[in-house]
């Protein structure tokens, strides 16, 4: 009977990440910033020793081309001498932003590492006591974009021990990232793996648990849009069942947080309602970097010119460079709610419903701002919209056209 096994799923790592557009932030928090993806790998190699785990996968992208530092290579060198301290065994496989890493830097690592070297399916074993317990599949990229269905070329022959396959790639539709080593997942149902450890999303899935296959994200988030807890998966594996378990390994989060409910009147109120969440955030004993989206109702008393909301937004931001635990409020996105009857504006005769008509027979009205925002120059500066900012936009763009026309007289 095969043993029980424990291994952690770990990717897209991105160790010395160069966090464009970022640079604006004091110099203390930017360094931090800048250290935070080798602070989660620090604390990966930890949990692993702590938690006795067999091995580690890493599915890609540990590295960015543009910005691999010798910091980050002796970071990487030195997590995996401990692990070999402690007897862990790694599998390292590379993805689109470090294809080819080996012939740019030394990456010669520990007798414990192995690296997948090609675009062909390699497999290495595992061994535990001496037993030869697993199989573990992938390839590494060998220029930056795959665009073979890999997941087809992958062949497990060895149902006597386990077989894991670690596959740096995405689903065929997906579009919010560039579409690599394309998949569909009715193709992993021809194999007999018992695991799927994926990469390249940074966003944690579970696309199946039966058998499992996995986005564990990214180790650490890297600009508003990838919000949230980042860290990797312990899988515990035995004949009859397995079992996975999230552990955060972040430094710092990013949050886009929407205020809806504010009681504030007046600025005055809304700057000290501001301060005392803020205090909150702090207290759970995490950095911040928070994108605010603030609703002011319709009773808000005081008139809001956007010079006010900069100056309150340097204002929450003072001082945030001498804490440890700091938050610092990256943006804040604002309008004042003024309530309508939609349905009952649409169903009139006037221009104004016409107006709310034509905004829903539009499909993707907000589609010339997607395309702009995916050109090629303005990506570099400009950080690729989630559903929820578009859905937003499209609203508060509305909001104001229906005011200004009642205001205007035309409904």
Not at 11 to 18: E, F, G, V, W
Request: charged share 30%.
């Amino acid at each position: 009977m095969k043993p029980t096994i424990r291994f952690i799923h770990a990717a897209d790592l991105h160790l010395d990440s160069p966090y464009v557009g970022m640079q604006h932030l004091p110099e203390s928090i930017f360094k931090d910033v800048k250290e935070s993806t080798l602070l989660a790998y620090n604390r990966l190699i930890e949990l692993a020793i702590e938690e006795k785990v067999d091995f580690v996968l890493f599915v890609g992208d540990l590295f960015d081309q543009q910005s691999t530092s010798i910091k980050s290579v002796i970071t990487l060198k030195r997590g995996l001498e401990k692990l070999k301290e402690h007897s862990i065994s790694a599998y390292i496989s590379y993805g689109n932003h470090d294809f080819g890493m080996g012939d740019k830097v030394d990456l010669t690592f520990p007798d414990n590492t192995y690296v997948f070297q090609s675009e062909e399916i390699q497999r290495y074993p595992f061994h535990k006591n001496g037993e030869e317990v697993a199989q573990i599949y992938g390839f590494s990229y060998e220029k930056r974009a795959v665009k073979k269905k890999m997941v087809r070329e992958f062949n497990f022959d060895r149902p006597d021990v386990y077989q894991i396959g670690t596959l740096h790639g995405s689903i065929q539709s997906n579009t919010d990232h560039d579409v690599y080593a394309p998949f569909q997942l009715e193709d992993f149902e021809k194999h007999e793996a018992d695991y799927w450890a994926l990469g390249h999303i940074h966003k944690r899935e579970i696309l199946s648990e039966n058998p499992y296959i996995i986005y564990p994200g990214n180790i650490q988030g890297r600009h508003i849009n990838e919000p949230g807890e980042k860290g990797c998966y312990i899988v515990e594996m035995s004949p009859h069942q397995t079992e996975v378990e999230f552990h955060a390994l972040q430094e710092i989060i990013f949050e886009q947080r929407t205020i809806n409910n504010s009681e504030a009147n007046n600025l005055e109120e809304l700057t000290e309602e501001l301060f005392r969440m803020k205090e909150s955030w702090r207290n759970s004993s995490h950095k911040y970097i928070i994108r605010l989206h603030l609703h002011l109702p319709e009773t808000f008393t005081s008139t809001v010119e956007q010079s006010q909301i900069d100056e309150l937004l340097e204002l929450l931001n003072e001082q945030e460079d001498t804490e440890r635990d700091w938050v610092w409020i990256q943006t804040i996105y604002w309008s004042v709610d003024w309530n309508y009857d939609r349905d009952e504006m649409k169903a009139s005769s006037q221009f104004i419903g016409e107006v709310l008509q034509a905004i829903d027979d539009d499909e993707d009205p907000i589609r010339h701002l997607e395309m702009l925002a995916n050109n090629r120059v303005v990506k570099k500066h400009v950080e690729p919209f989630t559903k929820e900012t578009l859905d937003e936009m499209k609203a508060e763009a509305e909001q104001m056209i229906v005011k200004e026309l009642i205001k205007d007289g035309e409904s």
